[in-house]
């Protein structure tokens, strides 16, 4: 087993090499290695320290395993500390990503160099606590309090550039960590250049903190982790090193015991759980290097542009060559976007939109497509004609994908000779911005085509969760669900508007009905008419005062008034004075007095919802875990990334409440608040949803 940290003495300077794969994170037996290691420099007489990390990258910042763990000395604020401390000259050379615990021990040496690549950060904010081995104190005291604030409360990735202008790194060279490091070293000592503990740096200038206080708190949305941290700069102003470092450590425990830690943390480790399926390990994947996209309207676009980000070359095809023109100039138009924010050059633009992108209007071009994805109209019999013909044309081994929101993948898969091949790969719109994609497995779909879905989605750095046949696969379903709950709250009393505010508090970025209005009230209209339809089950509740919205043409931002009225802009939007009386009429119709709903309850109603259908989708092996289900909400629908998830938060509330809460509901309206199987054995055997997480992961 290599030590956590490698010594080697080069001359009168020691080399403390981290080897912890795989991002150096400074877990326990790294901290022991950085104190030993230190000390052993010290005996052995050497003038100087060099600090750098084997492999990827400098330390990306504490364990966040051992987090919740009994502490074990040394901790690392002692460890940076001990090292600032040292008689010793100490130089960190950096590489990779020097977050968290790793920037705060790098500040805590007297020197720093970083290769052009390197990128820096504090982003223990996003994790749901704070920088707590010293940054609140020594960062502002090097960049100065504005810049301070700026990274710690945002948790953003700093390019080596920008940091050595801030004052952070203090020489920028190419090469290898530990050259150019021994390089720097050797530099300083000729030059004789003083030790510089930063904690003997003078306090920087306050700023208003109350102002920074006020404003972060209201962009974190109901996350606290950014606005506590605004309190330890502000102490870094106006106390003595220790004692600032005191207030800090306060404040982070503060933090470290709160639900948003925890589900932050959740968040973090299932964002990277959910691509992991033991199904897929070891499973080939197929070639993925020219794929087809047919349809190219705003979801084949998006996806079009998406493909092209990721370097893959694209024929795009339509029914006429004016509709390709018009999706070539959708696709070009995203990627302006895209150029707009840099992250791609002009020549880069000409390259994506003239040589990767190629458009047609014959099947036949599809022939040679590795993977061919359609996003046609959303009719079963449409789908069914596209994959007739794409199984008559594309090459053996091809992978034909659709991208529809709920048909039955089972029911277009069966239309071809090679059902294996087939798959849904859901996108949700803008399909080059949202990060969600749902990946549909069929009953044929062969697990290499699985791999292949989820290669893709990497490849298109999206966060990809297995899904199986349903109508609405995951999310759509929940989401089906919980607006019906909310449509169930407003006949017996509440206001959309209210339901918005409420949920809005809890964290989302939109409520329920200006999510509609934003997606268009047609889409609901359409399913509301196609489950009706399909025939309603006699005990579901129905109420027809949204489709009268939708018959008086309001179909929400798109036409200018849905819910809201958007006359004065989207960010304006005041109530629509034709909703409520709607609504008044319906609940007439149905016999309903209206009654009062607290925000709690509607909270507690919308999410008890969520969480029940959430646990009848595991329970049915609809989606792998309820991490699966935690992450498609994040990503695809808005839920608040600091309570981690439904599933999450419903662990945190306690699920035998809320199972008695769905049970007592079940009495008014037994068909809606069917209490999901799953749920109930869980609460029975006195186990939660982590547990299941837990259970699949061993
Ligand atoms: N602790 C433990 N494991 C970590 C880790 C960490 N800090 N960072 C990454 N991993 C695991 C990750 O779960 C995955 O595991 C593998 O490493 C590769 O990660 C006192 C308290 C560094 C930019 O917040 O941002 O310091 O899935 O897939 O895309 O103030 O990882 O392979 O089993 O993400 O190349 C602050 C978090 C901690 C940095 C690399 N530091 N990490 O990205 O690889 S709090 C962070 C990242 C702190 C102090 C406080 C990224 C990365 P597995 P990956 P990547």
Known sequence: MTDAIGYELDGDIAILKAQNPPVNALGHAVRVGLVNGLERAERDGAKAVLIYGDGSTYFAGADIREFGQAPREPGLPEVCDRIEASPLLVVSAMHGTALGGGLELALSTHYRIAVPSAKVGLPEVLLGILPGAGGTQRLPRVAGVEAALDLITTGRHVRADEAMKLGIIDRIEAGE?????????????????????VSEMPSPEPVDFDAVYDAVLKKGRGQISPATAVRAVQAATELPFEQGIARERELFMELMNTDQRLGLIHAFFSERAVGKLPELKGVETRPLNAIGVIGGGTMGAGIATAALLSGLSVTMLEMSPEAAEAAKGRISGNLQGALKRGKINREKFETLTEKALSLATDYAALKDA??????????????????????????????????????????????????????????????????????VVADKTSPDVVATG??????????????????????????????????????????????????????????????????GLDIGYAVRKRKRAEGLDPRARDSSYADKLCEDGHFGQKTGKGYYDYGAGPKARVPNPDVLPLIAAERAAQGITPREFSDEEIVRRYMASMVNEAAKVVGEGIARRPLDVDMTLLFGYGFPRYRGGPLKWADLEGLSDLLADIRSWAEEDPYFWQPAPLLEELVAEGRNFDDLNKEAAS
């Open 370 to 439: 590795d993977l061919v994805i359609e996003a046609v109209f959303e009719e079963m019999e449409v789908k069914k004609k596209v994959f007739t013909q794409l199984d008559a044309v594309c090459k053996p081994g091809a992978v034909l994908a659709t991208n529809t929101s709920y048909l039955d993948v089972n029911e277009i898969a069966a239309v071809t000779s090679r059902p294996a091949d087939v798959i849904g790969l859901h996108f949700f719109s803008p399909a080059h911005v949202m990060k969600l994609l749902e990946i």
């Open 177 to 197: 960590p530990r050259e150019i490091g021994m390089a720097y070293v050797r530099d300083l000592l000729d030059a004789n250049a003083p030790r510089r503990p």
């Open 454 to 519: 989820f290669a893709l989605g990497k490849r298109l750095r999206k966060i990809s969760v297995r899904a199986g046949v349903c109508d609405g696969f995951i999310g759509n379903r929940i989401l089906s669900t919980y607006r019906t709950c909310a449509d169930h709250m407003i006949l017996d009393g509440a206001s959309p508007y209210q339901i918005d505010a409420a949920l809005e508090a809890f964290g989302f970025a939109m409520g329920p009905f200006a999510v509609a209005d934003l997606a």
